[in-house]
Structures are given as structure tokens and as C-alpha cells.
């Protein structure tokens, strides 16, 4: 059994127990709408996103927790709603219906005795405006990572990473309908596996998940394979996310067996963190530029389990310059043996005029850096 890491000489114990708590409570919120989702639940941003009433009580619940359980931390939330829709004329009984399941939320859990107003509940959704940045310390918050995937009742995550002087030094990613079970068959589960994974990670601490309800931390790692002939990959489950064709093409020249496993959310981080999967790839359309909070929390926990997650320049991802990636060259996460091997694949893939967003000559220049 693997000792926790928060009485493991973890530099950030305090901060990984309040975003784990955090975290829980939102997902639980969460848990509920989905259970009884309504069409009156579903807002649609100018993006056409649809955001619904857990995206905006996630968010109010994890900035409240983080708040109370950190009273003398100052606070920078990087989080990806605002209240400017709820704001609205028409939309004051969706924001009534935030309020009271927030509200039923705190006294069902039973920590804090209080009480949130609508004004409380905008203003608490209004406190992740941060545009963050490379010094000091910024939380960064997805409240529904997956937002698709929560209305159609498939994966979805609420993802929590904590920005330390520009680098991502702790995430949580709250799964609650990702079996706790490690499952390598298309994340197959029988009617008997628990359901609800909390992954977790802290810098140079390793990366653990347990029940989404407690239970015995257990530390994971990426898996070992380093051939592409018996990987598995995840890509995102919505087709607009990623250049399917290109991916295709991808794994295509590494002689992937394996149908893809399409998932969506940053579940895909965790379960290949806990060797579910072998590659994650996400190659994006031109011109789209990924957000920090899309990849904050689940890039570390898979760094921590082992795995590299790069930019197909061969680079980190920089979360330090605000709200959005650096770059829009696509991401690749996978284990040390198999990283050069899906970049050669990928330089292969992007001739012939295919590029999307990731140029060749930036994917040559990683191999040479990582020689296979």
C-alpha cells in the first residue's frame, strides 16, 4: 500500500486537501444534476457551448471550498465561466436553481454552516476572472471538463491544478463516472465495479487515485509498452475537438492494432495515467488554441505517473502566459518509450500537405531531440 502523499513530505499537503475537497464537493453537485438533467438546465454560450447548471455550481463550490479551507492564501482563479449570461434577463430561474442546489449541496456535506445568496453565488462565479500568468500562484479550474459528455450522460471531469510561479504543481481530476477499476478493454466495466475516480498529484510526489467518495489512496503509473503494435489511444470523443484524419494517420504508420478509445473530458489524463491506454492524442483544427484549464490538472497527473505530455515541437506545455496555451500545435501524452516513436509517426503523417495545426519541421526537430 502505497503511503498518501500528503504525510509523504509534500510540499503542497495543505493546498492538495483543499483542492481534493473541493473537488469531491463539485463533483458530487455535479453527480446530482446529472441524474435529473432537464432541457431548463442547459444554457448556450455566445461559443455555443452548452453550459448547464453544474458548470456554474461546480465553479461557485470549488472557489467557496478553496476560500474556507485556505483563509490566508491570496486567491487567483483561472477558472472558465463568468456570470455575464446568468446576469440576463430570463435566465433569473436557472440562477435560483444554481443557488438552491449549491446551497443543498454545503448543508448535505455538512463542513460549513452558511448560507449563499444569488449576488453570493455570481459573485463566487466572477472569482475566477484571473488571467493568471508566470509568477505567483493561480488556481486554474475547468467546473465541467466535458461539458458534452456530462449532458449525454458519458465522461466528464472537474478538473483543479494549482499554478506555482508559471508551473502547473498540483492537479485533481474528479471522474465520476470513470470506474475506480483500472480497465483496458475500450474502458469497459461490469455492473459490479465502483464508479467515481479521483486522481490526484503533487510536483516530484508521484500520482494516486481513490474512490471519488474516500478511500485508500493507490499509486499509479503509465504503462510500459513500448511498442505501438500493442498500444491503445485515446482521442476526444467529440469530433470537432481533433483532426480525426490526421490522428488516423498517425497511428496508422505506427501500426496501431487498437481501435481508438474515444473519451471525453480530461478522464482520458487519468485513465492513462493509470495504464488504460498507451497514447493520447489531440490535434486540434487550425487556428484553435487550447485553453490552460482544458490540460492543467490531467497533464500533471500523468507526469507524475511516469508519462510525458509535449507539444509536437517536443516542448512542455507553457501554462504561464495566461488563459491559453502558448502554442496551437496539437498535444501528445504518452509514456517515455513510446513519445519519439508517435512524433516520427506524426512527421510521416504531416507530409503531403495534411498539416493542421503542427508543422513538420517542428515534429523532426523533437525526434531529433529524442532519437529512436
Known amino acids: 500500500m502505497s503511503q498518501a502523499p500528503e504525510v509523504a513530505g509534500n510540499p503542497y499537503t495543505a493546498e492538495l486537501a483543499a483542492a481534493k475537497k473541493a473537488v469531491a464537493l463539485a463533483a458530487r453537485l455535479c453527480q446530482r444534476v446529472q441524474r435529473g438533467i432537464l432541457q431548463s438546465d442547459i444554457q448556450s454560450k455566445a461559443d455555443r457551448t452548452p453550459v448547464t447548471v453544474a458548470d456554474y455550481g461546480s465553479q ?129 466495466s461490469s455492473s459490479g465495479d465502483q464508479i467515481g475516480s479521483l486522481f490526484f498529484a503533487t510536483i516530484g510526489c508521484g500520482a494516486h487515485v481513490e474512490a471519488l467518495e474516500g478511500s485508500e489512496p493507490q499509486k499509479i503509473s503509465v504503462c510500459s509498452i513500448n511498442n505501438p503494435v500493442d498500444a491503445s489511444f485515446f482521442e476526444s470523443f467529440e469530433a470537432s475537438h481533433s483532426k480525426r484524419d490526421l490522428t488516423s494517420s498517425i497511428t496508422e504508420k505506427l501500426s496501431v492494432q487498437a481501435p481508438p478509445v474515444r473519451m471525453d473530458s480530461q478522464a482520458k489524463y487519468g485513465a492513462l495515467a493509470r495504464g488504460d491506454g498507451a497514447i493520447f492524442m489531440r490535434i486540434p483544427h487550425k487556428g484553435y488554441i487550447e485553453t490552460v484549464w482544458d490540460h492543467a490538472a490531467g497533464s500533471i497527473v500523468v507526469t507524475e505517473a511516469g508519462g510525458m505530455v509535449k507539444d509536437a515541437s517536443g516542448n512542455d506545455l507553457d501554462f504561464s502566459k495566461g488563459r491559453y496555451l502558448d502554442r496551437d500545435r496539437g498535444i501528445i501524452a504518452t509514456n517515455k518509450h513510446l513519445m519519439p516513436l508517435v512524433l516520427k509517426g506524426g512527421s510521416r503523417g504531416y507530409e503531403g500537405g495534411t498539416v493542421g495545426c503542427c508543422a513538420h519541421g517542428a515534429v523532426a526537430k523533437f525526434v531529433m531531440k529524442f532519437p529512436v
Open 60 to 188: 461557485v463550490l470549488v472557489c467557496l471550498v478553496l476560500k474556507k479551507e485556505l483563509p490566508s492564501h491570496s486567491f487567483s482563479i483561472v477558472a472558465e465561466e463568468d456570470s455575464k449570461d446568468l446576469r440576463e434577463d430570463g435566465v433569473q430561474e436557472i440562477l435560483e436553481h444554481i443557488t438552491t442546489l449549491v446551497n443543498e449541496t454545503i448543508v448535505n456535506d455538512g463542513s460549513y454552516n452558511m448560507s449563499l445568496s444569488k449576488e453570493d453565488v455570481l459573485a463566487a462565479i466572477d472569482g475566477g476572472k484571473s488571467e493568471g500568468g508566470p509568477s505567483g500562484r493561480h488556481w486554474i479550474l475547468d467546473p465541467i471538463d466535458g461539458t458534452k459528455g456530462f449532458i449525454r450522460g458519458d465522461q466528464y471531469a472537474v478538473a483543479l491544478g494549482l499554478l506555482d510561479e508559471g508551473k502547473v504543481v498540483l492537479g485533481v481530476l474528479g471522474c465520476p463516472n470513470l470506474p475506480l477499476k483500472s480497465t483496458n478493454k475500450n474502458n469497459g
